[in-house]
């Protein structure tokens, strides 16, 4: 069983960065795709971007392509969340997801999930 954990929330400024890690532990990657959603009060959990982990193949959702991207480590077994650019918009508890069936932006395809990180853009 994969076990994921997520690093690097905090507050920012409007127009800063941070960089969100999620750590794997416990199986290899390969057959994994690994996401970042992200998450406000009273709304459903969105999807950001998306990394095949094998190929490296990548996707994002339009509203973050421009200033978000996410990458990985292979040897750490880490996946990165680069977010530039912030907007308060932006504020949201952020999710690292895995699954073995391949992309997908739906939530519903992912089983495995960290605990989360948050993620406060300040104006």
């Known amino acids: 069983q994969v076990h994921l954990v997520e690093s690097g929330g905090g507050l920012v400024q409007s127009g800063g960065s941070l960089r969100l890690s999620c750590t794997a532990y416990g199986r290899y990657l390969s057959s994994y795709t690994m996401a970042w959603f992200r998450q406000t009060p009273g709304k459903e959990r969105e999807f950001i971007a998306a990394m095949a982990w094998a190929s490296g193949k990548r996707y994002y959702a339009v509203a973050v392509e421009e200033r978000f991207t996410i990458a990985r480590d292979t040897t750490k077994t880490t996946m990165y969340l680069q977010m530039n650019s912030l907007e308060p918009e932006d504020t949201a508890v952020y999710y690292c997801?895995?699954?073995?069936?391949?992309?997908?932006?739906?939530?519903?395809?992912?089983?495995?999930w960290g605990r989360g990180t948050q993620v406060t853009v300040s104006s």
């Open positions: 997801a895995a699954t073995s069936d391949g992309y997908s932006p739906d939530d519903r395809q992912y089983g495995l």
